[in-house]
């Protein structure tokens, strides 16, 4: 791991996105979100097998995967909590920024082909994704989304074989939604005939209220934009200065990305100078003329995706401290 993440706790690490040069972010300064030990599996061992509902079960090695038709694409992946700290009053768990989110060229399977390869039979609703570092560690998924031809099985990220520390040999990917949807070291998949209830869908990542009345799990992340550059603080020099940073959404591609640099009052349309799809994160730039007269000024960026939906300036508290996407405000002095 590149030594310049950020530690949260054991386990947890998080990427400064001002570290990010381009539109992917390199595997070692990825972030990092386990929720136990990376388990040691050999790629040569490794079997998936896929059970339950179907006219028959298989197990898959990493070859049987290989063999069936490949899909290359670039896609933002977002930890349910990322930038839980902004939340107040705080909520629990990792105080992360906006660190647990990063964007990368994936290779693999769509699950959809492993679907009807085994047969799955009439009556079925959740397929249920097994992760091979600890026997809890299943999360549901609506079989309409697992037949989705975005929702893939992964070996692959930014031309090298996926890290164990991201879930290789293999993970579930589930574009745009939280990260906890993209098992990693997946060894089981399970079709089943109810809405799965296990400890990651029932319990943890879910939507409460401040009564803590579960209203939903986790699932799209909501449409999103950070600065990543200047900082939180700079200090800038009068003239042209360049606003950049990145903007994603789990529903749609982004449309549009606006830039204030008075706080909320003025909005201007961003340049989109880099982007891979709908599924990928966009990088957005903003070239700035900074007045000669020294001062404080607030830098703000506000995203749209296709389907219309806005970055809002305020969001609902929730008891976990997820998907927190509200406009985020980048405090800079002009000397």
């Known amino acids: 791991l590149d030594p310049r993440l950020i530690m949260y706790d054991p386990g947890n690490y998080g990427t400064p996105l001002e570290l990010v040069d381009g539109l992917t972010v390199p595997n070692d300064l990825f972030f990092v979100r386990n929720n136990g030990p990376v388990p040691a599996i050999s790629p040569d061992e490794w079997r998936l097998l896929v059970t339950g509902l179907v006219d028959k079960q298989l197990e898959l090695s990493l070859a049987d995967l290989k063999g069936m038709p490949q899909q290359t694409f670039t896609a933002f992946l977002e930890c349910s909590g990322n930038s839980r700290r902004f939340f107040q009053p705080n909520a629990s768990a990792t105080q992360w920024g906006?660190?647990?989110?990063?964007?990368?060229?994936?290779?693999?399977?769509?699950?959809?082909?492993?679907?009807?390869?085994?047969?799955v039979q009439d009556g079925a609703v959740d397929i249920v994704s097994q992760g091979g570092d600890f026997p809890e560690m299943q999360r549901g998924l609506p079989l309409g989304t697992a037949l989705a031809p975005d929702t893939m099985l992964v070996w692959q990220m930014n031309g090298e074989d996926l890290p164990p520390v991201h879930g290789g040999p293999v993970r579930l990917f589930v574009s745009g939604w939280g990260g906890i949807a993209s098992t990693k070291w997946l060894v089981g998949i399970e079709v089943i005939d109810h809405v799965f209830d296990g400890h990651f869908n029932s319990e943890s990542y879910v939507i409460t209220t401040e009564h803590e009345q579960i209203v939903r799990p986790v699932r799209e992340m909501p449409v999103k934009s950070v600065i990543s550059t200047p900082a939180v603080g700079a200090q800038l020099s009068a003239g042209s200065q360049t606003i950049a940073g990145y903007a994603w959404s789990g529903y749609s591609g982004i449309d549009l990305v606006e830039v204030s640099t008075d706080g909320g009052r003025n909005w201007a349309e961003a340049e989109?100078?880099?982007?891979?799809?709908?599924?990928?994160?966009?990088?957005?730039?903003?070239?700035?003329?900074?007045?000669?007269?020294?001062?404080?000024?607030?830098?703000?960026s506000r995203a749209t995706d296709e389907l219309g939906l806005t970055q809002p300036y305020e969001v609902a508290w929730n008891a976990k401290g997820y998907q927190y996407n509200a406009i985020f405000e980048v405090p800079v002095t002009v000397q």
């Open 98 to 119: 906006n660190t647990a989110v990063g964007n990368a060229e994936w290779v693999g399977i769509r699950l959809a082909d492993v679907l009807n390869t085994v047969g």
């Open 272 to 300: 989109i100078t880099e982007e891979a799809g709908r599924l990928s994160w966009v990088r957005f730039e903003y070239v700035w003329e900074a007045a000669p007269t020294p001062g404080a000024a607030q830098l703000q």
